[in-house]
Nanobody
Framework: QAQLVESGGGLVQAGDSLRLSCTAS????????MGWFRQAPGKEREFVAA???????DYAESVKGRFTISRENAKNTVYLQMNSLKSVDTAVYYC?????????????????WGQGTHVTVSS
């Protein structure tokens, strides 16, 4: 099972940008779909974005047009570029992996999780 390690979180102001990274170790992510979830205090973990091995993407409505997911297969790494950040984006962001794009959209079918990285957006 792949170990996923996120990085890039931090404290920013509303309107700023951040780029999160997630690198896998222990096994290749070849063929796997990758995704990002987030969990705000007191709320359930929610889907943010996903990308399959070939580069097809899917986004939550709340982040469409502001967030971009991408991956570098050779580096076993997936990214989440977050622009025009809002205070409602404040959460712990988790990287996720699953065999298919449809499976990485739901927390119940994710195969591997990262430990999470904190993103705080001040207004």
């Amino acid at each position: 099972q792949a170990q996923l390690v996120e990085s890039g979180g931090g404290l920013v102001q509303a309107g700023d940008s951040l780029r999160l990274s997630c690198t896998a170790s222990g096994r290749t992510l070849s063929g796997y779909a990758m995704g990002w979830f987030r969990q705000a205090p007191g709320k359930e973990r929610e889907f943010v974005a996903a990308i399959n091995w070939m580069g097809s993407t899917d986004y939550a409505e709340s982040v469409k047009g502001r967030f971009t997911i991408s991956r570098e297969n050779a580096k076993n790494t997936v990214y989440l570029q977050m622009n025009s950040l809002k205070s409602v984006d404040t959460a712990v962001y988790y990287c996720a992996a699953a065999p298919l794009l449809g499976l990485v959209r739901s927390p119940r079918t994710v195969r591997s999780w990262g430990q999470g990285t904190h993103v705080t957006v001040s207004s």
